[in-house]
């Protein structure tokens, strides 16, 4: 457990223990406090929008549902927030005790089009999916690597409810991703990510949907979208990475109610001749500025929580336009 989790773990404990009327009391001073008052607010919309559907950007050329098409019905079409069913959807189930020890001893077996579900373990592998899969967890399973943890290398794979964690710094000179995607369409859904040693999240030449995930604690940026690559970023939380929340390089990005926060440079970085649209963000206490935007893009803005980052909100050159519709700055 790291330190702000086991400091709010102290603050819930006593919380827990104090009467009825103290914990009104208690209540009533956050109250009090306007900056608190409006964390609490930024909250509540967050939590409130993960379960509205968003739009698509036109590069897909579709709904949501239907991005993912294999051979038969997707497990996509069920609602995010709808646990998923178990039973009569897998092809294959991997289980540190049973007929797939592995995930990768799955993946080699696996045909297009399959829903491979992988029960609680730790799997301590680097998987490559190069074949049109369905990659769902069941519990809490753990995907751990000293290289890049997931590699796209197949046209669509659907990717849920993992936690990602790439573990390279031990290993010298080595960088490696969470998630790494140089072609195709991938779909990360409900995933929780880090890397010690790079991005969380590199998608390049490739495009992808980043929907209800948590990509935090990277050596470099939470999320790298480069060279002609589309991602649309929706219901996320991208916070404590080393560098910038996001990164946009010669991409184009759609993101949508996340949560960009406590990032050590800046919450979002657009340049090199991009179009990128932000909507219904929180962008807040980044360590430089919350939007940087440089070098012939093309950016919209529009109703985002841009507040409390350390050096303001905008950083944009005279060679590219932003459009700015009611922002909290």
Known sequence: MDTPTATAE???????????????????????????????????????????????????NCRYDDLWIPPTPSIISN?????????????????????????????????????????????????????????????????????????????HALIKGFTIQSKARYRKNKIAYGVFAYQGKLILDSCDITSDSASCINISNSHAIIRHC?????????????????????YCKIYSNRSSGISIYRADAQIEDCEIFGNLYRGIQIYEEGNTTVRRCIIKHNSYSAIYVYNNNKVIVEDCDLRKNENGTW???????????????
């Open 10 to 60: 102290v603050f819930v404990i006593a919380f827990r223990s104090l009467s009825k009327i103290e914990k009104q009391a208690f209540f009533s001073k956050l109250l009090e406090d306007k900056e608190i008052y409006q964390d609490l607010i930024d909250i509540a919309l967050i939590e409130q929008r993960r379960n509205e559907r968003g739009t698509l950007p036109s590069l897909f």
């Open 79 to 155: 609602p995010i927030s709808q646990p998923i069913s178990t039973s009569q959807i897998a092809d294959l189930i991997v289980s540190p005790n049973g007929n797939y020890p592995t995930i990768n001893s799955a993946l080699k077996v696996a045909r297009n089009g399959d829903k491979i579900l992988v029960k609680t373990g730790l799997y301590k592998e680097k998987l490559v999916i190069n074949k049109n899969i369905e990659l769902i967890a069941d519990g809490l399973p753990i995907i751990e690597s000293g290289q890049d943890c997931i590699t796209m290398d197949t046209d």
């Open 214 to 234: 948590n990509i935090h604690n990277s050596e470099q940026e939470g999320i790298c979208i480069s060279s002609q690559s589309t991602a649309f970023i929706q």
């Open 315 to 329: 950083d944009i050159d005279e060679t590219s336009q932003v459009q700015k519709c009611n922002n909290q700055e």
